[in-house]
């Protein structure tokens, strides 16, 4: 019987792997560079003052707790950053700067998910203009609840793992006993950021596939003068989802997420650690 099982484990595997290659060949055939980058330009520049609002609010909200934390000498962590630091100036941060982030992530989703046949925008300016045009200044924020509770929740797991995983890992590399300032150590930072990526984006990947059909979701709803375009509500969404693919329809997504989370985690923690150097 345990063969049995192992041997159909083993089948349902391979023909995983075949489907999501299958998927993947289908996705990228016949498409262009340009097609594959269509939201590169609007991602890249319209992250820049968002990725710079918070690591900054980041950077000087947990030195400022930190410093008051550390006031009480009884419940100092021996130099590493006390646990609810993390997490509230990861709340602290994710507040003031997912307004910053949620109108790029609407424009990027609506030009990835349109049909390449039927463009709805011809480019990221067509796409804000025609945004703003049919829906408003609102129509940049849709989704903006799940995506501020993701942020909150995925940079509060981020952080409080990032830096007690950083610490602890650092001093078992450097064979680090004593009380006082953690060493640096890049391999310690680098398992650390893996750590917090992977645990990080099981938690909010069910958030983020809500986040993703509220933003692109446009409904038809008749009124008095014919029909007007609105979005979904995360309550409906989520039964929507529920409804038509299940539990499992909320993990969609996860296995190219979480690779992309691997490689962002690593590209992130290397980049704050450096700029601290500097600072």
Known sequence: KKKKKKKKCQQHNLELQRYNFANGYKFFKGKRLRDVYIAFLPTT??????NLTYVLTYSFTSDYLQSLHDKNISTKVDGRQAAWVSMA???VTDT???PFFCPVEVVSQRLIVQNPRQK???NSFHAI????SEEGL???YKGVGPVLFNSIMGSVI???TYEEGKARLARYFTNDTKHGVVKKNNVAEGLAALLSGLIMTTFTNPLDVIRTRMQTSRVTVPNGSGSVSSSQGTISTIRSILTSEGPKGLFRGYTPRLGLSALYSLMFAYTYELCLDFA
């Open 120 to 122: 709805t925008y011809r």
């Open 45 to 50: 520049l319209g992250c820049i003052p968002g």
């Open 138 to 140: 609102k129509g940049f």
């Open 158 to 160: 981020w952080w409080t």
């Open 89 to 91: 100036s990861a709340v």
């Open 96 to 98: 003031i700067a997912v």
């Open 129 to 132: 203009q025609k945004i703003f």
